[in-house]
C-alpha cells in the first residue's frame, strides 16, 4: 500500500518580497505569504485532502506557513534535515550577488547541493516511517532544497517551487510518483 507525502514551500518572506538570499536566515511572512498559506489550506479542504500527519522545517517561515495551512488544529513535527540550504556570506544579501552556477566553489563555506539533497532525502525517509499504508503527510520546507530534491528524483520536471506551490508525491515501497503539482495561491499580489 503507498504512502502520500504533499510538499509544500513556505509563503512569501520579507527577504523574498525583497530580493534577499535567504537560506538559514530567516524573516517573517508577509501579509501575502500568510494569505498564500490560507488560500493553499482551502485549497486541501475543498479537495477533500486531509492529513494524517505533519512535519516542516525547523525555520519559522515554514512552520508558520503549516499553522496557516492547518489552521492551527494539528500538531506538528519539526525536521532539521528540512532546512534551506546554507549560503555562506550570501546569507541576505541582494539575491542579483549570489553565485548560481559557481555555488561552493565561489564560498566554500556555503553548503553543497548534494549535502542539501541528501539532507532531503533523509528527512524524506523519516517522513515515510512515521505513516502507516494508506496515510498522507504534509511536509513544509522551502524552495531551494524541496526543489533540487524533486528534480534530483524526476529531472525531466525541471520543477521550480513558488510560493506556497505543492508537489504530491506517492510512495509504494521503493517506488515513488510525482503525483502532481499545484500552485493554489498563483497570481495572489
Not at 77 to 82: F, N, V
Not at 120 to 125: L, Y
Not at 139 to 145: F, K
Request: charged share 25%; glycine share 8%; with cysteine.
Amino acid at each position: 500500500m503507498s504512502k502520500t507525502i504533499y510538499l509544500v514551500r513556505h509563503g512569501q518572506t520579507v527577504f523574498n518580497y525583497y530580493h534577499k538570499v535567504q537560506g538559514r536566515v530567516d524573516s517573517p511572512l508577509t501579509v501575502l505569504g500568510q494569505m498564500q498559506a490560507k488560500v493553499t489550506g482551502d485549497f486541501f479542504r475543498k479537495n477533500g485532502i486531509k492529513f494524517d500527519k505533519a512535519f516542516c522545517s525547523t525555520q519559522e517561515r515554514a512552520s508558520d506557513t503549516l499553522e496557516f495551512i492547518t489552521e492551527r488544529k494539528m500538531s506538528y513535527e519539526r525536521l532539521k534535515d528540512m532546512r534551506e540550504k546554507w549560503y555562506g556570506i550570501y546569507e541576505g544579501q541582494d539575491e542579483v550577488t549570489l553565485p548560481w552556477n559557481h555555488g561552493s566553489v565561489a564560498d566554500p563555506t556555503m553548503e553543497a547541493d548534494f549535502l542539501a539533497v541528501d539532507r532531503m532525502k533523509r528527512a524524506i525517509e523519516y517522513i515515510k516511517k512515521q505513516l502507516a499504508d494508506g496515510e498522507t503527510a504534509i511536509a513544509v520546507g522551502h524552495g531551494a532544497i524541496l526543489g533540487m530534491y524533486v528534480r534530483n528524483i524526476f529531472p525531466e520536471t525541471n520543477f521550480h517551487f513558488e510560493n506556497c506551490s505543492v508537489v504530491k508525491l506517492i510512495f509504494d515501497g521503493d517506488k515513488v510518483e510525482f503525483a502532481g503539482s499545484y500552485w493554489p495561491a498563483k497570481g495572489m499580489k
